[in-house]
Structure formats: structure tokens, C-alpha cells
């Protein structure tokens, strides 16, 4: 990063941590932490996002409930019999970085990429990854698909 950043973070405890970020720092936002992050110079920095295995739940009822935030809103504004499956996807992607499309292929990638890694068996650890990934999965048929 080149510049400086004031980073406000909110724990999941209650607890409140700011400090600055000097040229060349490296932050990790830890999952279900929410921060502001404020430019006090000019700045230029690149962010990584990734779901962790253990987070894919979390991140599931996360855009489940912007999916039901977006379809509110559409309510409200009496457009949700004009706006397209597509749309809404855009309206998510826009509103969190990420929609339920690409959180799905995202899924079924890392399903692939389990299966097609292992050495000939198929591990416990795989095995289980997979049962999380297909829970995921028909979680989100059942809630976003319907709606």
C-alpha cells in the first residue's frame, strides 16, 4: 500500500480498535469483524477477499440476507415484478462484492478442485468439505432460488 489509511474495527465483542496503516502495511480483516477504513493521504492499495471453509456458512446467510434486502427495497419501490433475476444479481454484486451466482460456481469449483486434488481416495477432510459445500448449496436453492 502506498499512502495511510485510519482503520476502525468493530469486534464482534464490542470492543473498538483504530490505528493508522503506514506505506507498505498489510491488514487482515478478520471474518465477522466490520471496520471503516478511512484514506487520510492519498492512497493506492490492492484488497484480497476469500471465504474461508469455516466461514462459508456465515458468508451463505450473509448474501441470503442482502438477496432479502434487495427484494425489500424492490417492494418498496414497487418494482419487484419489473426487475430480472439478473438485475437483482447486480443490485447484490454492487451492494457486497459478490452475488449468488458466483457464490454458487465458487462452491462447485471448490467441490471440483477437492475431488479432482485427491490421490486416488478420498479423505475424511474431503469428505466433509464436500457434505459443508452441499448444505451450503441447498441452502441456497431453497431460499434465494424460490424467491
Given at each position: 500500500?502506498?499512502?495511510?489509511?485510519?482503520?476502525?474495527?468493530?469486534?464482534?465483542?464490542?470492543?473498538?480498535?483504530?490505528?493508522?496503516?503506514?506505506?507498505?502495511?498489510?491488514?487482515?480483516?478478520?471474518?465477522?469483524?466490520?471496520?471503516?477504513?478511512?484514506?487520510?493521504?492519498?492512497?493506492?492499495?490492492?484488497?484480497?477477499?476469500?471465504?474461508?471453509?469455516?466461514?462459508v456458512?456465515?458468508?451463505?446467510?450473509?448474501?441470503?440476507s442482502?438477496?432479502?434486502?434487495?427484494?425489500k427495497?424492490?417492494?418498496?419501490?414497487?418494482?419487484?415484478d419489473?426487475?430480472?433475476?439478473?438485475?437483482?444479481?447486480?443490485?447484490?454484486?454492487?451492494?457486497?462484492?459478490?452475488?449468488?451466482?458466483?457464490?454458487?460456481?465458487?462452491?462447485?469449483?471448490?467441490?471440483?478442485?477437492?475431488?479432482?486434488?485427491?490421490?486416488?481416495?478420498?479423505?475424511?477432510?474431503?469428505?466433509?468439505?464436500?457434505?459443508?459445500?452441499?448444505?451450503?448449496?441447498?441452502?441456497?436453492?431453497?431460499?434465494?432460488?424460490?424467491?
Open positions: 500500500m502506498i499512502g495511510e489509511k485510519e482503520w476502525t474495527f468493530y469486534a464482534p465483542s464490542g470492543n473498538l480498535v483504530t490505528f493508522i496503516q503506514k506505506p507498505g502495511g498489510a491488514i487482515f480483516v478478520p471474518s465477522t469483524w466490520k471496520h471503516e477504513v478511512k484514506n487520510t493521504a492519498e492512497t493506492i492499495s490492492i484488497n484480497h477477499n476469500w471465504i474461508s471453509p469455516c466461514a456458512d456465515l458468508m451463505c446467510d450473509c448474501l441470503l442482502e438477496s432479502a434486502a434487495v427484494n427495497e424492490l417492494e418498496a419501490w414497487g418494482l419487484s419489473t426487475v430480472t433475476m439478473d438485475e437483482k444479481e447486480k443490485l447484490m454484486r454492487s451492494a457486497c462484492g459478490l452475488n449468488m451466482t458466483m457464490f454458487t460456481l465458487m462452491l462447485v469449483r471448490a467441490a471440483v478442485l477437492l475431488l479432482t486434488n485427491s490421490d486416488g481416495g478420498i479423505s475424511e477432510r474431503t469428505v466433509v468439505d464436500l457434505e459443508s459445500i452441499k448444505r451450503v448449496l441447498k441452502t441456497c436453492e431453497t431460499t434465494f432460488i424460490q424467491n
